[in-house]
């Protein structure tokens, strides 16, 4: 399946990288300027700051740590964060920029060596004030002062190293490069503002605030954005005698886009606000359909209270089957009048199914059928693809398979049935793949056949996986199939963490056969009623909106370079006047 713009916006994140500790960014701006010291002591007797024998120290070392340690408390005092690591990385990067384009000057003349000091510090402003616009906040006017912390040290430096009026020059500079890069930043946030009428940087500050201290900002950006949608929500609820009720749900809607944002912690929020034993299985839905807003999730759970009023349970229900059309294959049974389809396409890998095609599958079995649930068993990735899309051959497999096992649900014998379950926290954490539920195991009973429904918190199995688990629990049941919720709040930076990627499947095997176990032992007589709540104003991220976003990123990245080149040399030309002009 050919990759499609939401999946090269997943790739993006080989950009972002945490920062080292700033204990090792200090220890090597110190360790530059004593280097520098050492290596470049010939060359500084000619120049008249020939007495100063650590030029290197008092040039690069003294500004960075004075950057290092104002720019934090600067930030903060205007409201927003920043780290002592990015703090620190920030001053040593502008160091090495500025000892590289100060130390050109050798390939031609030592006595240029003032020149390309004052550009290295007029360049550190304005690569300040880009960096700390983009990671702190936005409002260009209120990072000037953190921006010149460095600068203004080094403008000192440069008056002890070479005269008074080498301050007059390298202000010239500052106003030259801070201008330039005002105006990259401005330019860089043209496509987004016209296309989507947000600020490009500060949706940026915002999920780098969220990285940093959980802040859920960008979920203004997403309401911005985003439009209601109105879905169906097909559950199942089963009750039994002095059990604990069991609600198994099948929400249309998409548990992203990352960590705590949006609905990224849809299954765990649906779970935690019933009583009932609750099961969120995945849906037909795609990135389009992200809430913008954890409180998006309230409509469901109302509307999902509201489905269960005045139902019909049942006391019966038929076996279960499996059969495959092409690459999918399909675990179908029936709830009374009502039926479940759990599809999926292992050992080959698949991503999300577009609403379409669930609404689809729905709308032909509701000719026998009222309640149709169409569960995407999520359970084969082996790298970032797009979705399943209406009309191509996949989707055609996912609908004829479907529909035929819905034809044999229509005539299958319907007998009393007993229904077990559990949910069994792991030892696992969310960089291990694991969302909070850990793993639920429902187990149904009919006719002397047991069927499991093993559903991980998690988004999503690395290859393979299913197969192995699935060996061993079809020793215990007659027929299974392993799901995932495909919970986002295991990716926080990238879409690429399944089970089983960091954790191997010998260590949580036990886990998920002990928990089939405890469901089979708590088999009891059981009724279910099938239900669909109509989730109303559910305000997502939009149709195609991930789509466009993700066009207008990488349309903004092919150019970024070539516009940054331009505003440099261009920058470097008006200092070459300026020393003209002034000198």
């Not at 740590?65 to 720019?71: E, F, H, Q, S, Y």
């Not at 409509?299 to 009023?309: E, P, W």
């Not at 009048?337 to 698949?350: A, E, F, G, N, W």
């Not at 792991?426 to 069927?451: A, I, K, N, S, Y």
Request: glycine share 8%; net charge negative.
């Amino acid at each position: 399946m050919a990759q499609d713009s939401d999946v090269r916006l997943g790739q993006l994140t080989r950009f972002i990288f945490t920062a080292p500790s700033w204990k090792r960014s200090l220890f090597l701006i110190i360790i530059l300027g004593f280097l520098i010291d050492g290596a470049g002591v010939r060359a500084w007797v000619i120049l008249p700051f020939s007495t100063l024998p650590f030029s290197g120290t008092l040039a690069f070392t003294i500004p960075a740590i004075a950057a290092l340690v104002l720019t934090k408390p600067i930030i903060e005092y205007n409201g927003k964060t920043m780290t002592w690591n990015r703090s620190a990385l920030l001053a040593l990067s502008c160091t090495v920029f500025g000892v590289i384009i100060t130390f050109i000057a050798l390939a031609s003349s030592i006595t240029l060596i003032p020149l390309f000091y004052a550009i290295s510090l007029g360049f550190i402003f304005g690569l300040r004030l880009f960096v700390l616009v983009a990671i702190a906040d936005y409002r260009v006017p209120r990072m000037i002062i953190p921006a010149f912390t460095q600068s203004a040290v080094g403008i000192l430096a440069g008056m002890i190293l070479f005269s008074p009026s080498f301050a007059l020059f390298a202000l010239v500079l500052h106003v030259v490069f801070g201008l330039g890069f005002a105006i990259l930043i401005w330019m860089i946030e043209r496509p987004l503002q016209r296309a989507f009428k947000i600020r490009g940087l500060a949706f940026i500050n915002a999920f780098i605030a969220h990285m940093t201290d959980g802040s859920k900002g960008m979920e203004d950006f997403f309401r911005e954005i985003g439009e209601e949608i109105f879905v169906p929500q097909v559950s199942f609820f089963f009750r039994r005698v002095n059990e604990t009720p069991v609600i198994f749900t099948v929400p249309n809607l998409h548990p992203g886009p990352m960590g705590e944002i949006g609905g990224g912690n849809l299954p765990k929020v649906l779970h935690d606000n019933f009583e009932d034993e609750t099961l969120v299985a995945h849906g037909c839905a795609t990135h389009d359909f992200n809430l913008v807003s954890e409180s998006e999730i309230n409509k469901v759970i109302d509307a999902l209270q509201k489905s269960r009023q005045n139902i019909n349970y049942s006391g019966v229900a038929g076996r279960s089957g499996r059969l495959t059309c092409g690459s999918v294959q399909v675990l179908f049974q029936r709830f009374g009048d009502s039926v479940l389809l759990v599809t999926s396409r292992s050992p080959q890998r698949t991503e999300d199914l577009d609403f379409s095609v669930g609404m689809t599958i729905m709308a032909e079995g509701h000719r026998w059928f009222p309640q149709v649930a169409v569960v995407d068993a999520h359970n084969c990735m082996t790298d970032l693809s797009s979705p399943v899309l209406l009309a191509t051959l996949t989707a055609t497999e996912y609908q004829n398979g479907s529909l035929e096992a819905m034809e044999k649900c229509r005539t299958t014998p319907l007998y009393p049935f007993r229904i077990g379950v559990t949910h069994l926290t792991l030892p696992f954490g969310r960089e291990q793949g694991f969302g909070d539920l850990g793993v639920q195991v429902l187990v149904v009973e009919v006719d002397g056949q047991r069927t499991a429904y093993v559903l991980i918190d998690g988004n999503n199995m690395v290859q393979g996986l299913r197969e192995v688990l699935l060996e061993q629990i079809l020793t215990v049941v007659d027929y299974a199939e392993v799901m995932t919720t495909d919970t986002h709040v295991v990716n926080t930076i990238t879409g690429k963490n399944p089970v089983g990627m960091h954790v191997p499947v010998s260590e949580f095997l036990p886990f998920v056969m002990q928990a089939l176990q405890a469901a089979i032992g708590n088999l009891a007589a059981s009724e279910v009623a099938g239900s669909t709540a109509h989730c109303e104003h559910i305000v997502v991220f939009g149709s195609n909106r991930i789509s466009q976003l993700a066009s207008t990123v990488n349309a903004m990245l092919v150019f970024v370079a070539p516009l940054s080149l331009a505003m440099l040399l261009l920058a470097f030309l008006l200092s070459l006047i300026a020393y003209i002009v002034i000198v």
